[in-house]
């Protein structure tokens, strides 16, 4: 029951009990004290909200964002003020797989964009095409061993290699490839490119991390292959807005990005007794910038 209506009603009936009543009656009616108990604890569940406990309700960087689930799958992410609205809204088929991703925002003034993903399995549950369904931009993966083959059609590619445990550990397109390695955690701490032509090293990204946990962690895992391409297939990562948060496909949480050895981006936790991650402090040399975010759960 909503909170507003089932106090609305709570008052409504307790002010017809003290008109019916009076103060001469000192009796309560049993089956009316039932229904006020009812009415209580329908108002601490709905308050509480604690249909998916431990999972994220939302994450504010002076832009709230908030995310729903059905059981522990996430189905939306949303947010709005006066001068803007975005929502990522999720679906999935009968094996728990993502079958589309809708993505919508509005900014004032004359920002908008509207895009529809989609995905497709074969019958043993193996992701074989994904891509942009509003701009008919699609790709169809093809496996053979540890390689991946995603084709774009008109000649583009990316091939990705992975390692035992199903992870990206090589990413290749037509003028660059990208080599990944992980901590024994299971988390990336290094992305190196390279010139495809020279083998020159061109770029590097280091990641490090704390010991707490990601709150996303193995949320979206049916579309790891098309996150980490998008993600990757051109140049950085970064924590760059909170309705994405972290990388999902990582156990922990990021404390520094440093680029090409210089000064590191980065991110200061305080965490609540549950060792829930409650606020983030980002820090980016750069600019000098500081973006604090505040989460909270179900």
């Not at 329908?42 to 908030?66: A, C, H, M, Q």
């Not at 999720?90 to 920002?111: A, C, F, R, V």
């Not at 980065?266 to 549950?274: C, E, G, I, L, P």
Request: hydrophobic residues 30%; aromatic residues 14%; contains cysteine.
């Amino acid at each position: 029951m909503n909170f507003k209506v089932s106090k609305s009603i709570f008052t409504i009936l307790s002010i017809f009990l003290i008109l019916s009543c009076g103060s001469s009656n000192d009796d309560v009616d049993p089956i009316v004290e039932e229904m006020e108990e009812e009415m209580e604890i329908e108002e601490e569940i709905d308050e509480d909200n604690n249909s998916n406990p431990g999972l994220v309700r939302s994450i504010d960087d002076g832009f709230k964002i908030t995310y729903e689930y059905d059981g522990d799958k996430l189905i939306t992410a949303s947010g709005n003020d006066p001068d803007r609205t975005i929502n990522n809204a999720y679906t999935y088929n009968n094996d728990g797989n993502i079958t589309s991703k809708y993505l919508t925002e509005y900014q004032d003034p004359g920002m908008s964009y509207e895009i529809s993903y989609i995905y497709e399995y074969n019958t043993d549950g193996t992701l074989i095409r994904f891509g942009d369904d509003t701009h008919g931009e699609y790709a169809t993966l093809s496996y053979q061993n540890n390689q991946i083959i995603a084709d774009f059609g008109s000649s583009v590619q990316v091939i990705i290699e992975l390692d035992q445990l199903g992870r990206v550990v090589r990413l290749e397109t037509s003028n660059l490839y990208k080599i990944f390695t992980y901590d024994s955690q299971g988390n990336l701490i290094l992305n190196e490119e390279f010139n495809s032509d020279t083998d020159e090293l061109t770029k590097t990204y280091q990641y490090t991390y704390s010991t707490d946990s990601n709150p996303f962690f193995n949320q979206l895992q049916s579309i790891y292959l098309p996150e980490f391409i998008y993600r990757f297939w051109g140049s950085g990562w970064s924590f760059s807005d909170s309705i994405y948060y972290d990388f999902p496909y990582l156990p922990n949480n990021l404390t520094a990005i440093t680029f090409n050895n210089g000064a590191p981006s980065t991110f200061a936790y305080t965490s609540n007794s549950d060792n829930q991650i409650t606020s983030v402090i980002e820090n980016d040399p750069s600019d000098g910038s500081t973006r604090n975010y505040d989460i909270t759960y179900y």
